[in-house]
């Protein structure tokens, strides 16, 4: 079956780089996403990846993709307070577009 | 664009009562609506898709009768928590498919369920 796995917390402080990591096991995915949720609201794309993709880079967003590993990963470079927020990975099931959420990671920046 | 909004953002009820949520698409037209459930500190767990015309098609575990689905035109999506029960109580979220491209979805900001 289709699982994601995230870690549950991340800790910065503000100014460093964060990487998020997710795996994955459905192996035939399209796509791969990341989100971001801050409290009490909905989810916004971030950003997403391409399975046929190793590196794709938004500004301070960079996403790698080991396929072989079936292993994501968000970086976010010059990380700020107002990146405080939870992280989702995603992968696009091949039925009907379905998402397949991780768990989600907390992350936190600390002045 | 591909704004979602949903209604009411949050709402309190009585044990026993009906509650009816709407997902709407506002600049765009979906055929596909999923409707996800999210407890706190959690993942959002997929309930059910809706599609637009046609009965919802129901995750495993979802009780069709509890969570009614309708899905009436192409930019609203109606979530009906029926006999409603203090377990129920959860962030309910929707998203609309753009049905270009990627078939992208696009979230809306989520409705908090409370039962009393």
């Known amino acids: 079956g289709e699982d994601v796995e995230q870690s549950l917390f991340l800790s910065v402080r503000e100014g460093d780089s964060s990487v998020i990591n997710c795996t994955y096991t459905?192996?035939?995915?399209?796509?791969l996403y990341w989100y971001k949720q801050e409290p009490g609201a909905g989810l916004q794309l971030l950003t997403y990846i391409f399975s046929n993709m190793d590196m794709k880079q938004d500004q301070r967003l960079t996403v790698l993709l080991n396929k072989k590993d079936k292993h994501l990963s968000l970086r976010i470079a010059d990380t700020q307070t107002g990146d405080s927020a939870i992280y989702f990975c995603?992968?696009?099931?091949?039925?009907?577009?379905?998402?397949?959420f991780g768990q989600g990671t907390e992350l936190s920046v600390k002045p | 664009g591909a704004v979602v909004s949903q209604h009411p953002s949050w709402v309190i009820c009585k044990s026993g009562t009906s509650v009816k949520i709407e997902c709407r698409s506002l600049?765009?037209?979906?055929?596909?609506m999923f409707w996800y459930r999210q407890f706190p500190k959690q993942s959002l767990m997929l309930m059910a898709t809706?599609?637009?015309?046609?009965?919802?098609?129901?995750e495993q575990g979802v009780e069709k009768d509890k969570f009614l689905i309708n899905h009436a035109s192409l930019t609203l999506s109606t979530l009906t928590v029926t006999s409603a029960h203090p377990e129920d109580s959860s962030f309910y979220i929707c998203?609309?498919?753009?049905?270009?491209?990627?078939?992208?979805?696009?979230f809306g900001p989520g409705t908090r369920l409370t039962v009393l």
């Open positions: 995603a992968e696009r099931a091949n039925q009907g577009g379905k998402l397949i």
């Open positions: 600049d765009f037209q979906a055929t596909t």
């Open positions: 459905d192996s035939s995915s399209t796509y």
């Open positions: 998203s609309a498919v753009l049905t270009s491209g990627m078939n992208e979805q696009f």
């Open positions: 809706s599609n637009e015309g046609s009965k919802a098609t129901y």
